[in-house]
């Protein structure tokens, strides 16, 4: 049993529920697995042993009464260090929150729990979430177990990390501008932010959030299948009334035509000659399952959704951003914000009015797009994952990284539903490459993106599990 780690959360789920295997068992298994690998990638900061084993005695104790245990019966998962967990700090990367903790759950570890998921730990992120790059100084460097030379991605780079190297069956994270599907792409996992409105959010242990947050930021999974990716995204829809925006909207929508657009530089976008290769790749496994699949070269604005979006989520409450970076004294956090000073520190009310109306302009601009075609195949990024720190090395460096991550950041803003499908590697200037796709479909249709993503997943190599070396 000490290679249950290995099985999928739909397997390992199944086998439970058969009682064919204990949670206990697979807690077990999951916290051995922990223990091997994480000193080497530091994508998990925070677990309790103890706590995780009372967790998966719970569910093997309703299965005995002959209660139902819920959709990830016993299946081991992380969560994020940004959400709230009961006893647990909500540090969000960050000093000045090491000793905020929590006095209740968030929607989604509650949601998780009541779906029958055993928390085995908290995964790291950057200081305020704010870059595509993963280490603070409260709980250090996240390390990619793929190659180390590379960024784990960001914000949500201890989840990707941590599903990567078998660490869980399934990892939560939040996207606001990529911080899901970057990390799952530059891990080589699969990764899926939903639309807003469609995963129940709330933090009781801070402040409520700005509006640019609110309407920006959700929650989501990282999985290793994209059948996982499905269960763990029914399991963390469930409804709670404590966050205003969530849909009570179902999880398939009506049949659409087999037709997709795939459009392989958005606005210009550079894209690398590798990620090109598994954009056409990946439209011919469409191809052959039937579909449609038309090549553009224009779509609906995504530069200028891109350009709004950081307005919109960082002018709202830009100066206390730049306050707590500079108190917390993170180096990353500043050279972001610092990076962005221009498009954020200019807003008043009347610009921030209009960022608005035109969000109302563009997202109908999308949703008449998705009507004629259902599902949009786009690079994640420009680039194949950046070296590590790359947004450090300089002003232009910097700029880099912000250019090519367009497409990431430009789908928030009309609170689309985005999936990082992995599709094998490729080679960098740093080595051994994860390389993916993302396909994006229309609001609540995150149905598509995982009917398209699982042809895509079933062309190729499965997902293997990386064994970062120690060091």
Same mark, same amino acid.
Request: with cysteine; proline share 7%; aromatic share 4%.
């Given at each position: 049993?000490?290679?249950?780690?290995?099985?999928?959360?739909?397997?390992? $789920?199944?086998?439970?529920?058969?009682?064919? &295997?204990?949670? &206990?068992?697979?807690?077990?298994?999951?916290?051995?697995?922990?223990?091997?690998? =994480?000193?080497?990638?530091?994508?998990?900061?925070?677990?309790?042993?103890?706590?995780?084993?009372?967790?998966?005695?719970?569910? /093997?104790?309703?299965?005995?009464?002959?209660?139902?245990?819920?959709?990830?019966?016993? &299946?081991?998962?992380?969560?994020?260090? =940004?959400?709230?967990?009961?006893?647990?700090?909500?540090?969000?990367?960050?000093?000045?929150?090491?000793?905020?903790?929590?006095?209740?759950?968030?929607?989604?570890? /509650?949601?998780?729990?009541?779906?029958?998921?055993?928390?085995?730990?908290?995964?790291?992120?950057?200081?305020?979430?704010?870059?595509?790059?993963?280490? =603070?100084?409260?709980?250090?460097?996240?390390?990619?177990?793929?190659?180390?030379?590379?960024?784990? %991605?960001?914000?949500?780079?201890?989840?990707?990390?941590?599903?990567?190297?078998?660490?869980?069956?399934?990892?939560? %994270?939040?996207?606001?501008?990529?911080?899901?599907?970057?990390? *799952?792409?530059?891990?080589?996992?699969?990764?899926?932010?939903?639309?807003?409105?469609?995963?129940?959010?709330?933090?009781?242990?801070?402040?409520?959030?700005?509006?640019?947050?609110?309407?920006?930021?959700?929650?989501?999974?990282?999985?290793?299948?994209?059948? /996982?990716?499905?269960?763990?995204?029914? +399991?963390?829809?469930?409804?709670?009334?404590?966050?205003?925006?969530?849909?009570?909207?179902?999880?398939?929508?009506?049949?659409?035509?087999?037709?997709?657009?795939?459009?392989?530089?958005?606005?210009?976008?550079?894209?690398?000659?590798?990620?090109?290769?598994?954009?056409?790749?990946?439209?011919?496994?469409?191809?052959?399952?039937?579909?449609?699949?038309?090549?553009?070269?224009?779509?609906?604005?995504?530069?200028?959704?891109?350009?709004?979006?950081?307005?919109?989520?960082?002018?709202?409450?830009?100066?206390?951003?730049?306050? +707590?970076?500079?108190?917390?004294?993170?180096?990353?956090?500043?050279?972001?914000?610092?990076?962005?000073?221009?498009?954020? $520190?200019? $807003?008043?009310?009347?610009?921030?009015?209009?960022?608005?109306?035109?969000?109302?302009?563009?997202?109908?601009?999308?949703?008449?797009?998705? +009507?004629?075609?259902?599902?949009?195949?786009?690079?994640?990024?420009?680039?194949?994952?950046?070296?590590?720190?790359?947004?450090?090395?300089?002003?232009?460096?910097? $700029?880099?990284?912000?250019?090519?991550?367009?497409?990431?950041?430009?789908?928030?803003?009309?609170?689309?539903?985005?999936?990082?499908? *992995?599709?094998?590697?490729?080679?960098?200037?740093?080595?051994?490459?994860?390389?993916?796709?993302?396909?994006?479909?229309?609001?609540?249709?995150?149905?598509?993106?995982?009917?398209?993503?699982?042809?895509?997943?079933?062309?190729?190599?499965?997902?293997?599990?990386?064994?970062?070396?120690?060091?």
């Amino acid at each position: 049993m000490s290679d249950l780690w290995r099985l999928s959360a739909v397997e390992l $789920a199944t086998l439970v529920r058969k009682r064919e &295997v204990s949670a &206990v068992q697979a807690a077990q298994s999951a916290l051995q697995r922990l223990d091997a690998v =994480n000193p080497a990638i530091n994508a998990v900061v925070d677990h309790r042993p103890e706590d995780v084993l009372a967790q998966a005695a719970e569910v /093997d104790a309703a299965l005995a009464r002959g209660e139902d245990p819920g959709l990830l019966a016993g &299946v081991p998962v992380t969560v994020k260090v =940004n959400v709230d967990q009961a006893g647990f700090a909500t540090t969000n990367g960050v000093r000045l929150q090491k000793d905020l903790i929590a006095e209740r759950n968030s929607p989604v570890v /509650d949601n998780l729990r009541r779906a029958g998921a055993v928390i085995v730990g908290r995964t790291n992120t950057p200081a305020f979430s704010l870059r595509w790059f993963t280490g =603070n100084a409260l709980h250090g460097d996240t390390r990619n177990p793929r190659n180390p030379a590379l960024t784990p %991605g960001g914000s949500s780079g201890g989840a990707a990390s941590a599903v990567a190297a078998g660490i869980g069956h399934l990892a939560h %994270g939040t996207d606001i501008a990529g911080s899901i599907r970057y990390p *799952a792409y530059a891990c080589g996992v699969h990764g899926l932010r939903p639309s807003l409105g469609r995963v129940a959010a709330y933090n009781a242990a801070l402040p409520e959030r700005s509006i640019g947050g609110q309407i920006t930021a959700v929650s989501g999974p990282l999985g290793r299948t994209i059948a /996982d990716i499905r269960l763990g995204l029914a +399991a963390l829809a469930a409804p709670d009334p404590r966050d205003p925006w969530w849909v009570p909207a179902p999880l398939t929508g009506p049949d659409v035509p087999k037709r997709a657009a795939l459009c392989l530089n958005p606005d210009g976008m550079d894209t690398d000659p590798a990620i090109v290769k598994a954009l056409q790749e990946a439209a011919r496994r469409l191809s052959e399952a039937g579909w449609t699949v038309d090549t553009l070269e224009a779509i609906p604005p995504m530069q200028e959704a891109a350009d709004l979006q950081i307005r919109m989520w960082m002018a709202d409450g830009y100066d206390a951003m730049v306050a +707590a970076a500079e108190k917390e004294g993170d180096r990353g956090a500043l050279v972001a914000l610092a990076g962005q000073r221009d498009k954020a $520190a200019s $807003a008043d009310l009347t610009s921030f009015s209009a960022v608005l109306t035109r969000r109302a302009t563009l997202t109908r601009l999308w949703e008449v797009f998705f +009507a004629e075609y259902p599902v949009l195949l786009l690079p994640v990024s420009a680039e194949l994952p950046f070296p590590d720190n790359l947004d450090l090395q300089g002003d232009a460096a910097y $700029a880099r990284v912000w250019r090519a991550q367009m497409t990431q950041i430009g789908l928030p803003f009309m609170g689309l539903p985005g999936l990082s499908v *992995a599709m094998g590697s490729a080679m960098s200037s740093a080595g051994p490459s994860p390389v993916g796709v993302q396909v994006v479909a229309g609001r609540f249709r995150e149905d598509l993106c995982l009917a398209a993503g699982e042809i895509i997943e079933a062309g190729g190599e499965a997902v293997g599990i990386a064994e970062p070396a120690l060091r």
